[in-house]
């Protein structure tokens, strides 16, 4: 896996996430510039989905091929279900479902590139 697109794709998810929390806390709902951030995001995300699956198709192997592969399509679907339920909640409440959501992904992508591990290498 490349390691610069998943600490960028953490530290995206991570800023997101804060700027959604100010915005909770602020009694607001998410408005464009979240979207433009989950837009954002999922570029990162996708790029990483791309590169991780070039890699496999040249030769290297996951340790956990099924959970990999799992983890990928969650991460890859997250940041669109974000920006939709964030929009259709019109209250804060939308804010708190984009903070979640940007608290999770990287998560996932530490997840993901565990299973990318082979254990004892």
């Known amino acids: 896996m490349n390691d610069f697109l998943v600490g960028l794709t ?4 991570l800023v997101l996430a804060t700027w959604s929390l ?3 806390i602020r009694n607001r709902p998410p408005d ?14 996708l790029a990483l989905a791309i590169a991780s699956l070039v890699a ?4 290297e192997q996951p340790a956990e ?9 969650t991460l890859v679907c997250l940041p669109p279900l974000a920006g ?3 929009r259709m ?3 804060r409440w939308g804010s708190v479902i984009v903070t979640v959501v940007c608290l999770v992904i990287p998560v996932v992508v530490l ?3 565990q299973t990318w591990q082979v254990p004892g290498v």
């Open 89 to 91: 909640e019109p209250t």
């Open 111 to 113: 997840r993901l590139q």
């Open 56 to 59: 496999w198709a040249g030769g």
């Open 65 to 73: 091929a099924g959970t990999f592969a799992g983890y990928l399509l």
């Open 10 to 13: 953490i530290v995206l998810s």
């Open 32 to 45: 464009r510039s979240h979207l433009a951030g989950l837009a954002v995001l999922e570029l990162a995300v």
């Open 22 to 24: 100010v915005t909770t």
């Open 84 to 86: 939709v339920l964030g």
